[in-house]
């Protein structure tokens, strides 16, 4: 079993910035791949970038590219989302994940372990 803690979310301004961080204890997976999706009221569960064990891979959605950036601290066993540039469209609740995956993907059913979501909202 891995349990993953999220940190980070809260009230932003457009046009802000915050740090998701996804802790992990328990235990993990040597060449697992970790990712972030989220969900906004009314919407499936989207998502929104994964990163490769090393880091060295990384892949976003379109819609946060460029603005997103994921990274991880093996050492700490931590996932982190740096988001920049915030929009009110990014105002959902964020879950990292985790997977047994080699690859970096996008693709839910690839993640077995799942945070308990935090609140991410952005105001105009």
């Known amino acids: 079993q891995v349990q993953l803690v999220e940190s980070g979310g809260g009230l932003v301004q457009a046009g802000g910035s915050l740090r998701l961080s996804c802790a992990a204890s328990g235990r993990t997976f040597s060449s697992g791949v970790m990712g972030w999706f989220r969900q906004a009221p009314g919407k499936e569960r989207e998502f929104v970038a994964t990163?490769?064990?090393?880091?060295?891979?990384?892949y976003y959605a379109d819609a946060v590219k460029g603005r997103f950036t994921i990274s991880r601290d093996n050492a700490k066993n931590t996932l982190y989302l740096q988001m920049n540039n915030l929009k009110p469209e990014d105002t959902a609740v964020y879950y990292c994940a985790a997977s047994s995956k080699v690859f970096v993907s996008s693709r839910y059913a690839d993640y077995n372990y799942w945070g308990q979501g935090t609140q991410v909202t952005v105001s105009s």
């Open positions: 990163i490769s064990w090393s880091g060295s891979y990384t």
